[in-house]
């Protein structure tokens, strides 16, 4: 069956870098785009980029481009996002998530919180 | 970037009734839209694809209509399950930034 599974909460200091993994399992990694999706404790859904996992090809939300970082590695179906220069307002759950061409974000990772405190 | 807006914030309806919520796109994303459902606690359930596709598993009383620039999810007979916080999301492919809308909640009446 296709999971998603993160890596586990991080707490970090602002100004800091946070490296958010998220490994596939059940389907072929390299056939569908990963998204990466967060959410601010009370707030809803916001967009950060997507990567695609065959080519390594990515396209970053404006907010944040030059703070984050999508990569993959095929070998180990994993993909990964670095956010940077952390300030608190940062502070999230951060999911990814697969999609295939048009078909919408059919499986979701459990969400890893990122916390950003002094 | 594209804004999604979607109305109402919050709705109120009883179990058993129809529930339509609304999301419109600051220009046009052809049917390159998808909702969401998420509960408390828990990741984003995808309910609807390309404006008007279920996804798998998802029961027929989830519908979705439009294109272009307005397009609404009907929950048909609202089931107890159904309470939760709905979203849309456009994907249009240019400019390739994908966009949510701020959600609306549906809660009992």
């Known amino acids: 069956q296709v999971q998603l599974v993160q890596s586990g909460a991080e707490v970090k200091k602002p100004g800091a870098s946070v490296k958010v993994s998220c490994k596939a399992s059940g389907y072929t990694f390299t056939g569908y785009y990963m998204h990466w999706v967060r959410q601010a404790p009370g707030q809803g859904l916001e967009w950060m980029g997507r990567i695609n996992p065959n080519s390594g090809g990515t396209n970053y939300a404006q907010k944040f481009q030059g703070r984050v970082t999508m990569t993959r590695d095929t070998s180990i179906s994993t993909a990964y996002m670095e956010l940077s220069r952390l300030r608190s307002d940062d502070t999230a759950v951060y999911y990814c998530a697969r999609r295939k061409g048009s078909s919408g974000c059919d499986y979701w990772g459990q969400g890893t919180l990122v916390t950003v405190s002094s | 970037e594209i804004v999604m807006t979607q109305s109402p914030a919050t709705l109120s309806v009883s179990p058993g009734e129809r529930a339509t919520l609304s999301c419109r796109a600051s220009?046009?994303?052809?049917?390159?839209l998808a909702w969401y459902q998420q509960k408390p606690g828990q990741a984003p359930r995808l309910l609807i694809y390309g404006a008007s596709t279920r996804a798998t598993g998802i029961p027929a009383r989830f519908s979705g209509s439009g294109s272009g620039t307005e397009f609404t999810l009907t929950i048909s007979s609202l089931q107890s399950e159904d309470f939760a916080v709905y979203y849309c999301?456009?994907?249009?492919?240019?400019?390739?930034?994908?966009?949510f809308g701020q959600g609306t909640k549906v809660e009992i009446k």
């Open positions: 999301q456009q994907y249009n492919n240019w400019p390739p930034e994908e966009t």
């Open positions: 220009q046009s994303v052809s049917s390159n």
